[in-house]
């Protein structure tokens, strides 16, 4: 799946589980304080998505259109994206590489490789280091 952040895109490998929600479906979140961009309601639990400027510093991005739920232990957590859009496996050939640099999580890099296509790179995240990001950044 390719997921827009501003001006950069990113691919995210495919999830077993993810729910991609319009932002109307969200409970926007208000306040200037906190990590949260927004909640998705899930019976009696709110689930975090976290809103990433294009450097994946944490931001409340004015123009997202959508938040990617991806379902994980012990608890499921979003990204908004400018856009999401769904790839055939067949049109991606992912190139792996590993960062240079002490990982940023726990569970490793947040990039494990590129698709290149034409001119462009595009980074391709590590499902299980950006899950661990997100669920890092808490809902402060």
């Known amino acids: ?41 899930v019976q009696n639990r709110r689930l975090p998505a976290y809103g990433l ?16 739920f991806l379902d994980v232990s012990p608890q499921t957590v979003g990204l908004v994206v400018d856009e999401v859009q769904l790839l055939p496996r067949a049109e991606t050939v992912i190139s792996p590489f590993t960062p240079l640099g002490l990982p940023p999580t726990r569970l490793g890099h947040l990039f494990s490789g590129a698709w290149i296509t034409g001119q462009r790179a595009i980074l391709v995240f590590e499902p299980k280091a950006l899950i661990a990001y997100l669920q890092s950044l808490g809902e402060e």
């Open 1 to 41: 799946m390719r997921l827009q952040l501003g001006d950069t895109g990113y691919l995210l490998p495919s999830m077993p589980g993810f729910t991609i929600e319009q932002r109307e479906n969200l409970i926007t979140n208000k306040s200037p304080e906190g990590n949260v961009a927004a909640w998705r309601a």
């Open 53 to 68: 400027d294009a450097a994946l510093r944490v931001t409340r991005p004015p123009r997202w259109r959508r938040a990617v």
